[in-house]
C-alpha cells in the first residue's frame, strides 16, 4: 500500500528546500570542526584537551542550564560576568568613540596637525594593550578604572585613524564645490565631511570593538572582580578536573560576544550610512 505525505508535511519540505544550500555550509563546516576537535581530545586525552562532549557534560550544570546564578562575591554564571565585562567595554569603547572620531576628524581637516600628530599616533597605537596597565593602575590606584582606560586607549587609534583618512580621502572636486558655493564650515562639515567619512569611522568602529574586546579579556585575567576574563583565570587557578572544560567554555563565550558585537556595530554603520546619503 503507497502512502503519500500529507499536504502540511510536503509544504515544510519545501519551505526547508531554499534553505539548505544557505545553512548547508555551516552545518558541515562547523561539523567537520567539532569532529576535528573530538578526534584531537582523543589524541590527546580528554584531561589535556577535553572534546566539545565533554565540555557539553562538564559544565551543563551550571554554567549552561544556569547562565545567570549568582552565589554571591564573583560566584557568578557566565551570563553575568559577561554583562560585567560589557559594562567596562561599554564605558571604555563609548570615550574612545567620542574622543577618537573628534581628534580624527582635527587630524583629518587640519593638515598641519595631522602630519605633526603621525608619528605619536602611529608609535602609541604599536603599544600593546597589557603594557597600558601598570602605568593605569599607578594612575588611577582601581582596577576597575584602570581596565576601563586600557580599553579605551586600545581602540582610540583606529577610530582616529580611519576617520583622519576619511576626511582625507574626500575628492578635490566636492572641496572646489564647497569653495565655488561658499559654504560655511558647518555646512561643508555636515554636507559633505560626514556623509563622505561615516564609512571609513564605522571601519574604524568595527576594529575597535573587536580590541576592545580582547582588551578587557586580557585586562580581566590580571586584576579585577568578576568578568569573563576573571572567570577565566579563575578557573585557571582552580585546577580542578572541569577547570579545562569552563576555559573552553568561556572561551566560546568570548568569541560569540565578539561576534555579536561586530555585527552590531556593522549593522549600525549601515543605518547610519543610509541616513547620511
Not at 580528554?46 to 554571591?72: K, M
Not at 576628524?105 to 597605537?125: C, E, I, T
Amino acid at each position: 500500500m503507497n502512502r503519500t505525505a500529507s499536504p502540511g508535511r510536503r509544504s515544510r519540505r519545501l519551505r526547508l528546500l531554499p534553505a539548505l544550500p544557505q545553512i548547508l555550509p555551516y552545518l558541515l563546516c562547523i561539523g567537520a570542526f567539532l569532529l576535528v576537535w573530538q578526534l584531537l581530545s582523543g589524541a590527546l586525552g580528554a584531561a589535556r584537551l577535553p572534546g566539545p562532549i565533554n565540555v557539553l557534560i562538564d559544565t551543563w550544570d551550571p554554567y549552561i542550564s544556569q547562565p545567570f546564578f549568582d552565589d554571591g562575591g564573583t560566584s557568578k554564571g557566565l551570563g553575568w560576568q559577561i554583562l560585567i565585562s560589557l559594562q567596562r567595554v561599554a564605558v571604555g569603547y563609548g570615550l574612545a568613540a567620542v574622543v577618537g572620531v573628534a581628534v580624527g576628524g582635527l587630524l583629518g581637516l587640519n593638515r598641519f596637525a595631522g602630519k605633526g600628530f603621525d608619528p605619536v599616533v602611529q608609535v602609541l597605537r604599536t603599544v600593546p594593550p597589557l603594557a597600558w596597565f601598570p602605568i593605569s593602575l599607578m594612575v588611577f590606584q582601581n582596577a576597575n578604572t584602570s581596565a576601563v582606560f586600557v580599553i579605551f586607549i586600545t581602540a582610540i587609534w583606529p577610530i582616529i585613524i580611519n576617520t583622519a583618512v576619511g576626511i582625507q580621502e574626500i575628492p578635490q572636486d566636492y572641496t572646489n564645490v564647497a569653495r565655488v558655493l561658499r559654504l560655511s564650515k558647518r555646512a561643508y562639515i555636515s554636507n559633505i565631511v560626514i556623509p563622505a567619512t561615516v564609512p571609513y569611522v564605522f571601519t574604524g568602529l568595527r576594529i575597535a570593538v573587536g580590541l576592545a574586546w580582547l582588551a578587557i579579556v586580557a585586562a580581566e585575567m590580571l586584576k579585577a572582580d568578576g568578568g569573563i576574563g576573571y572567570f577565566i583565570w579563575d578557573a585557571y587557578n582552580a585546577g580542578g578536573d572541569a577547570s579545562s572544560s569552563q576555559i573552553i567554555l568561556a572561551i566560546i563565550y568570548v568569541g560569540v560576544v565578539g561576534l555579536l558585537l561586530d555585527r552590531l556595530v556593522a549593522w549600525v554603520g549601515r543605518k547610519v550610512s543610509k541616513g547620511a546619503a
